[in-house]
């Protein structure tokens, strides 16, 4: 069953396929609760950047995530960030301030074009109340958040930064994948790689820069000047092949050498700011 509702200058299709997913908390509903959710639900989207709530303000619901990536984090009295976790497509966020009655404990922010369902307070509570495995899975989840949460306070007094920027990169390609080119499918800035690690971004540029020396990662700056270069050594190797004069040749190598050195510093500005 599906229904349309106008929202924002958007048509938007509403379906109730996220309850019966076999990730979503939302399978343990009903039909009859499950028909109510679709009814009180409110669908909406987001764009890259926008703030969904945040930390210390009252929240009249919780959200579910239909697509995109929510970034989920605290912020400390010098104003940084400490990112949490990041919420995808089949997740819950902000359901335990629904359920403690408190301000929420976080802010969350989008950084991946989303589409997410504001399901109203009531509806969470009621749930909890009247149907025991909905109630279970919620308690559930909560363990395993409070695990997580155990997990990286261990990782913070034991480990060292470079381990932990490693685990924190080989969490990333377990939650994200890679895309065709074995790139991250998630776009972090190195700010927020530096959030999430618990250290300073200029360590976490550092240490990016030893995994590359280390032939451990690849940034997207380096391949592109690379390509460059490449390019310009087959035009060099052309025109010596076509008889011309051998200062061609070397004009062109020198040439493709500056632009590939001038390319890998502008993407790394570029890069710089989008994360890659």
Known sequence: MSRVMKQHDYTISFCDKCAFETSSVFRFLTRDET??????????????????????????????????????????????????????????????????????????????????????????????????AFAFEVVRLTCHELAEANAYITDIAQKTVRERVAEVLLQLVKDFGLDDQKYLRITLTREELANIVGTATESVIRLLSEFKSDRLIELKCIRISHWIFIVGFMLSMGSLAMGMQPYVMFLTLISSGFIASLASEVAKIIYYRKGA
């Open 35 to 132: 028909d109510r959710l679709n009814f009180e639900k409110d669908f909406r989207r987001y764009k890259r950047g926008d703030i969904l709530y945040h930390e210390g303000n009252r929240i009249s619901g919780f959200y579910c995530i239909n697509s995109g990536i929510i970034k989920v984090f605290k912020t400390g009295v010098d104003g940084k960030e400490q990112i949490i976790r990041f919420a995808r497509r089949g997740e819950i966020i902000a359901y335990r301030s629904v359920l403690s009655n408190e301000p929420a404990c976080t802010s969350a922010k989008v950084i991946e074009d989303c589409q997410v369902c504001f399901i109203p307070s009531e509806l969470l509570i009621q749930f909890v109340k009247t149907n025991p």
